[in-house]
């Protein structure tokens, strides 16, 4: 909204109002009379609806770049480069934000590929749209939280400012359930960046597993997982679980419940049950050292989707302790070395589950059975071809700007195309069959 219509509807409605309201006051024998009420109570109204429509405009900060505006920025542009280097830098734009916060501070600069920072410029500076090669658009900050997405707003570019060649990329971290099913108009994105393999652009939550001897096949620098034996013999029994979100789609907190009748489970965070563990693991610390001090750790995601791993194991894989993860197929699929973690469904119920882990945390020798991978795997490096790390996606977005034939396209649906690609499980389909009536 502009500042010269904003002021035109003030001076009219609430000036107006403002003044028969000063003087209902000044005339004080009207002062009681409903008419004077009545006419505070529409400046109050109209004040109120101009306050929302501010608050409105500034959580979804929809900026109104005019065609000219933008020309004018990509012109300054040409002319700076023209006379520099040989080649412009093709644009990435970042027309939302991440979580409400300016990509500058979260997304990396290309630390996974240093050659990049020359042939690619990510910024936020909405001017910059017909001047960028992609523009971005993170899938919850599409609708803003706040008012914007109360009111179902949208803050997108104007069509005028699109151009065919230009690519709107769609990006998520997040499963498609917690990803806001944002309402964009149909074939609006052309390419996904998510972390399911089949995106346009994969960006995962970690490194690509490899066994050792083809990675060194591949002279890669070797680093395993092998750690000092005496770190398999813990502290204490059971399970550890740092968690944050108490009420998940796939319903783990139920498993852990089960799991809980039949062995120690140590909840930390914020759905612990008393203050002391609610505090234990506060942000700003790692917690290895508690994980470390079971033999066990829940990492089940709030989603079983397709490729969906997050920090919740990426993490903690060098720590000496054993992931506990919903669906196995999930982690094979995706590469994690299959007896570094336990998955539910290699048991028929919360019971039998138990029971071996039990077995585990009494016999190191079994014990030592999920360990033996650490001396097998390693990882592939940094922006290894193919086999690209975390959040490498915006090293491969830049690369595919910059091939040569791109062919066109555009996505029809995004988000039944992102619950397509993702094909999570139905909420806790898997779980109600798991646990016993
Ligand atoms: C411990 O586990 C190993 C390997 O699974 C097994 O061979 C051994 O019999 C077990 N020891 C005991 C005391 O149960
Ligand atoms: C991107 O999508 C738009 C809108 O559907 C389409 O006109 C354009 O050709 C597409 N561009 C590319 C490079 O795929």
């Given amino acids: 909204m502009q500042s010269s219509s904003v002021s035109t509807v003030?001076?009219?409605?609430?000036?107006?109002?403002?003044?028969?309201?000063?003087?209902?006051?000044?005339?004080?024998?009207?002062?009681?009379?409903?008419s004077c009420y009545f006419r505070l109570f529409i400046a109050l109204i109209v004040a109120a609806i101009i306050v929302i429509l501010f608050g409105i405009c500034y959580?979804?900060?929809c900026t109104d770049?005019?065609?000219?505006?933008?020309?004018?920025?990509?012109?300054?542009?040409?002319?700076?480069?023209a006379g520099g280097s040989v080649t412009y830098p093709k644009r990435i734009l970042f027309w939302t934000n991440i979580f409400g916060e300016d990509i500058t501070s979260k997304v990396h600069n290309f630390y996974d590929c240093p050659e990049n920072?020359?042939?690619?410029?990510?910024?936020?500076?909405?001017?910059?749209?017909?001047?960028?090669d992609a523009i971005v658009f993170h899938s919850r900050d599409i609708s803003n939280q706040g008012l914007a997405d109360l009111l179902k707003i949208s803050c997108l570019p104007d069509k005028s400012l699109r151009n065919p060649d230009q690519i709107y990329v769609y990006y998520t971290m997040e499963s498609?359930?917690?990803?806001?099913?944002?309402?964009?108009?149909?074939n609006f994105f052309n390419w996904t960046m998510t972390f399911v393999a089949e995106s346009d652009i994969q960006t995962r939550y970690g490194p690509h597993f490899m066994k050792i001897d083809d990675a060194k096949a591949l002279e890669f620098e070797i680093k395993d997982f092998a750690v000092d034996e005496n770190r398999y013999l813990k502290k204490n029994s059971g399970i550890f679980w740092l968690v944050s979100n108490c009420n998940t789609d796939s319903k783990r907190e139920k498993a852990v419940a089960e799991l809980a009748k039949y062995i120690d489970v140590k909840i930390v965070g914020k759905c612990a049950d008393n203050d002391v563990d609610k505090n234990l693991c506060p942000k700003s610390e790692s917690c290895n050292d508690q994980y470390e001090n079971y033999p066990f750790y829940i990492a089940m995601e709030n989603s079983n989707?397709?490729?969906?791993?997050?920090?919740?194991?990426?993490?903690r894989i060098h720590i000496p302790s054993i992931p506990i993860v919903s669906r196995r197929r999930i982690y094979e699929n995706a590469g994690i070395p299959s007896s570094s973690f336990i998955a539910l469904d290699d048991f028929s119920g919360p019971k039998e589950l138990a029971e071996y882990l039990k077995i585990l945390?009494?016999?190191?020798?079994?014990?030592?059975?999920?360990?033996?991978?650490?001396?097998?795997?390693?990882?592939?490096?940094?922006?290894?071809?193919g086999l690209q790390s975390e959040m490498y996606g915006m090293c491969q977005l830049c690369d595919r700007l910059w091939e040569s034939s791109k062919t066109h396209k555009s996505i029809d649906d995004i988000n039944s195309h992102y619950e397509k690609l993702a094909a999570c499980e139905n909420g806790d389909a898997f779980l109600r069959k798991w646990i016993p009536e």
């Fill in 10 to 34: 003030w001076d009219s409605s609430v000036g107006k109002a403002a003044q028969s309201a000063k003087s209902c006051i000044r005339r004080r024998r009207y002062f009681r009379s409903r």
């Fill in 59 to 61: 959580t979804c900060s």
């Fill in 65 to 81: 770049i005019s065609y000219d505006q933008a020309l004018g920025y990509l012109k300054s542009l040409q002319t700076i480069n």
């Fill in 117 to 132: 920072k020359n042939r690619c410029v990510i910024d936020s500076n909405k001017l910059a749209i017909l001047a960028s």
């Fill in 176 to 186: 498609p359930s917690n990803s806001g099913y944002p309402s964009t108009p149909a």
């Fill in 305 to 315: 989707c397709k490729d969906y791993i997050t920090e919740k194991l990426y993490q």
């Fill in 361 to 385: 945390q009494t016999n190191i020798t079994a014990y030592k059975h999920h360990m033996e991978w650490r001396k097998k795997w390693t990882i592939a490096p940094l922006g290894a071809a």
